[in-house]
């Protein structure tokens, strides 16, 4: 902890013109540990077939008054159950869509199906393992700011 911090301010001192390795270099999101609870045959792919399986399983364990709706609380629940909280994503907003407080059913699923899609790099149809981690840099690509030709550079 103590080294790379100190690591870190070395770095800023350089002044930018140094590249700073960021000690962290790959992140995961939470539903990464649902999807990986998909695969039932444990032969660690998590295929459409699996996901279609697992998505109403996941529902029937999130709205546990089975009112076709995900309440806050209910949602919270099922998070803290299966996504090990809310520290990291998705969010409740992430599915609820509308932002009316409720998530449907329709809303839960287009959501996994949709996230399961994202994660799906080489559109394989199945999630290896390395598909759910992310480098930072893919995660979100830096912006490079160019000025517009013509502009006189400052
Ligand atoms: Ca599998
Ligand atoms: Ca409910
Ligand atoms: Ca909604």
Same mark, same amino acid.
């Given at each position: 902890?103590?080294?790379?911090?100190? /690591?870190?301010?070395? /770095?800023?001192?350089? !002044?930018?013109?140094?590249?700073?390795?960021?000690? #962290?270099?790959?992140?995961?999101?939470? %539903?990464?540990?649902? &999807?990986?609870?998909?695969?039932? %045959?444990?032969?660690?792919?998590?295929?459409?077939?699996?996901?279609?399986?697992? #998505?109403?399983?996941?529902?029937?364990? /999130? $709205? /546990?008054?089975? $009112?076709?709706?995900?309440?806050?609380?209910? &949602?919270?629940?099922?998070?803290?159950?299966?996504?090990?909280?809310?520290?990291?994503?998705?969010?409740?907003?992430?599915?609820?869509?509308?932002?009316?407080?409720? #998530?449907?059913?329709?809303? &839960?699923?287009?959501?996994?199906?949709?996230?399961?899609? $994202?994660?799906?790099? %080489?559109?394989? !149809?199945?999630?290896?393992?390395?598909?759910?981690?992310?480098?930072? !840099?893919?995660?979100?690509?830096?912006?490079?700011?160019?000025?517009?030709? !013509?502009?006189?550079?400052?």
């Amino acid at each position: 902890m103590t080294v790379g911090a100190a /690591a870190v301010l070395t /770095a800023c001192a350089g !002044g930018g013109v140094t590249q700073v390795r960021d000690p #962290i270099r790959a992140v995961m999101s939470a %539903d990464a540990l649902m &999807f990986v609870s998909f695969d039932t %045959d444990g032969n660690l792919s998590i295929t459409r077939e699996e996901l279609e399986t697992g #998505i109403p399983r996941e529902w029937a364990r /999130a $709205d /546990a008054n089975s $009112d076709g709706n995900l309440s806050p609380i209910e &949602f919270q629940n099922w998070s803290n159950l299966v996504l090990g909280g809310s520290q990291m994503g998705p969010y409740r907003l992430d599915f609820d869509r509308n932002v009316d407080n409720t #998530i449907t059913r329709d809303e &839960f699923e287009t959501e996994v199906r949709g996230r399961f899609s $994202d994660y799906d790099q %080489d559109s394989s !149809g199945a999630l290896s393992r390395s598909e759910f981690v992310r480098l930072l !840099g893919q995660a979100r690509p830096p912006t490079v700011q160019r000025p517009p030709p !013509g502009m006189p550079q400052r």
